[in-house]
C-alpha cells in the first residue's frame, strides 16, 4: 500500500528552467564551459546529465563549486520562482488523503523551504532533504531505513533522468513527468514504472495506486 511520496523540486514542483539556465551562462566563463541558448537546452533535454557535461564541456571536478555557486545565485531568485499550474492544488489534495509528502532534491534545503512558505505550501511537507547531484539514492536509502518504511510504500516523482536511476538503485517506484527539464522521449528510454503529462494525472495514478 503506498504510504509516502517524495518529489524532486526543479522542474517538478517548481518551473525554475529559465532562472538556471540564466545563472548557469553568467557562471560560464567563470568555470570555462559554453552557455546555452533556449533552442539548445532543448536539444539538452533529451541526454542523460553524464552527456549533458561531455556536450557542455564542465569539468567534473569542477561541477561541485559550481552547484554550490548556482544554488547560493538561486536563493536570490527565490521570490522569483512559481510552481507549475496545478501543483499547489494536487499537493494539498494529497496531503488532505493522509499521504506522508517529502523533498529529496540536488536545491539547497533552505531554498525549497523558502519557495514552500511563498507559495503558501508551508508544513505540507512531512520532510526536506537535500542531495548531491547525483547522490538522491543515497539520500532516499538512508531515509527509508531511518523511517523504516518498505520500498513498495514509496514512490519518487521527477522529472530527469537521474530521478528514474536514483529510484531504480532503491527499489522504489517512480513516476517521470513530462513537463520538467529532460524530454518525455528521454525519460520513457529509461523506463519510469509511469509518465504523466499533467499534475492532475498524479491524483488519477494514486487513486488508482496497486
Same mark, same amino acid.
Request: no cysteine; charged share 20%.
Given at each position: 500500500m503506498l504510504k509516502v511520496i517524495i518529489f524532486d523540486f526543479d522542474g517538478t514542483l517548481a518551473d525554475t528552467i529559465d532562472i538556471l539556465l540564466s545563472i548557469t551562462n553568467r557562471l560560464s566563463a567563470e568555470f570555462?564551459?559554453?552557455?546555452?541558448?533556449?533552442?539548445?537546452?532543448? #536539444?539538452?533535454?533529451?541526454?542523460?546529465?553524464? #552527456?549533458?557535461?561531455?556536450?557542455?564541456?564542465?569539468?567534473?571536478?569542477?561541477?561541485?563549486?559550481?552547484?554550490?555557486?548556482l544554488k547560493a545565485e538561486l536563493r536570490n531568485e527565490i521570490p522569483n520562482i512559481q510552481l507549475f499550474a496545478g501543483i499547489k492544488e494536487v499537493l494539498l489534495e494529497l496531503e488532505s488523503q493522509g499521504f506522508t509528502l517529502g523533498i529529496i532534491t540536488s536545491n539547497s534545503r533552505e531554498n525549497v523551504l523558502i519557495s514552500m512558505k511563498n507559495n503558501g505550501l508551508e508544513g505540507v511537507f512531512d520532510f526536506i532533504d537535500s542531495a548531491t547531484t547525483f547522490g538522491k539514492h543515497k539520500i532516499i536509502y538512508r531515509w527509508l531505513r531511518r523511517e523504516n518504511f518498505n520500498p513498495e510504500q514509496v514512490v519518487y516523482v521527477g522529472d530527469e533522468v537521474r530521478d528514474i536511476e536514483a529510484a531504480k538503485r532503491t527499489g522504489i517506484k517512480v513516476i517521470a513527468v513530462s513537463w520538467g527539464f529532460n524530454s518525455q522521449s528521454a525519460l520513457a528510454a529509461h523506463y519510469p514504472d509511469f509518465l504523466i503529462e499533467r499534475p492532475q494525472q498524479l491524483i488519477e495514478l494514486i487513486d488508482n495506486w496497486e
Open positions: 570555462g564551459f559554453k552557455s546555452a541558448t533556449k533552442e539548445e537546452l532543448a #536539444q539538452l533535454s533529451n541526454l542523460t546529465p553524464w #552527456q549533458i557535461l561531455k556536450y557542455s564541456g564542465i569539468s567534473i571536478f569542477k561541477l561541485p563549486l559550481l552547484i554550490r555557486k
